[in-house]
């Protein structure tokens, strides 16, 4: 993992430091539960009433504290223990079980995240128009945007296409991606976001033109080939994969 200090989560917490592990592996932040409770609270012993909080959500069985790991963070001390964190998801139900005024913005915030969404599956639409507003918002044009859609459609064909060729798990998935990465780029998908110094973002939203249509041209390559050929299992399918990515290679030049 990679150690990373933030100076704060958003100027809702004013500006307290959040200390933070970055996990590059699963793409995942990793924050401290005491900082949080004491940016939330303004507790003079955080520790404490993190320890009575947790005891309390253990008693009415909260999947929080199960869900709570401990990772090595450093201290006012200069040394590094072991302290209670929690990912971005965990966090936030944190803050629902926490009764401060501080929390309330996020908790009105989660309430209207939760509205949303239960709107969108009676209206997809909804969510079709967030995602295009989302990029409006970012400066991406109506064609790159109409591009991208396109390309998320395209991807879902080739997930769908190895589920029924017996891929099932989500490390399959990555493992078949990059393949097709590694073979046109010579990286697999978290190195080539880690050259790109992205963490959490989308890797397609920060390539290039050229970048984006290697990757889709990989996995349409893929897709066909599987159509053509029926890999089943991983071992198969990785080796189609490979071909794909070569097609890609093979047009970059």
Same mark, same amino acid.
């Given at each position: ?31 401290? =539960? ?69 929390? &309330? ?22 969510? =079709?128009?967030? =995602? ?19 390309? =998320? ?11 029924? #060729? !017996? ?10 991606? #990059? ?39 990989? &996995? ?32 970059? !030049?």
């Amino acid at each position: 993992m990679e150690n990373n200090r933030l100076k704060t989560i958003s100027n809702l917490f004013e500006d307290n430091e959040i200390r933070s592990v970055w996990d590059s592996e699963k793409e995942e932040y990793y924050f401290s =539960v005491v900082d949080v409770v004491g940016a939330l609270t303004s507790s003079k012993e955080p520790r404490k009433y993190w320890s009575v909080l947790k005891t309390r959500l253990k008693k009415e069985g909260s999947e929080l504290t199960t869900n709570c790991s401990q990772l090595k963070l450093k201290s006012a001390d200069g040394k590094y223990y072991n302290q209670d964190v929690l990912d971005t998801k965990g966090i936030l139900r944190l803050i629902e079980s926490i009764p401060s005024s501080k929390a &309330e913005p996020f908790k009105l915030w989660l309430a209207k995240m939760g509205d949303e969404r239960i709107s969108e599956v009676f209206d997809p639409e909804l969510a =079709v128009n967030r =995602v295009v507003d989302y990029y409006r918002n970012r400066g991406y044009n109506d064609k790159w945007i109409k591009s991208r859609l396109t390309g =998320v459609v395209d991807r879902r064909k080739l997930t769908d296409l190895w589920k029924e #060729n !017996g891929i099932t798990k989500d490390y399959e998935y990555g493992i078949l991606t #990059n393949e097709i990465y590694k073979e046109w780029s010579g990286m697999k998908a978290s190195q080539y976001k880690e050259y790109k110094g992205l963490r959490k973002e989308s890797l397609r939203d920060n390539m290039t033109d050229i970048e984006v249509a290697l990757t889709d041209l990989g &996995e349409i390559a893929t897709r066909e080939l599987a159509k053509e050929h029926k890999p089943y299992g991983l071992k198969e399918n990785k080796e189609i994969a490979k071909r794909g990515g070569k097609i890609a290679k093979n047009t970059r !030049g």
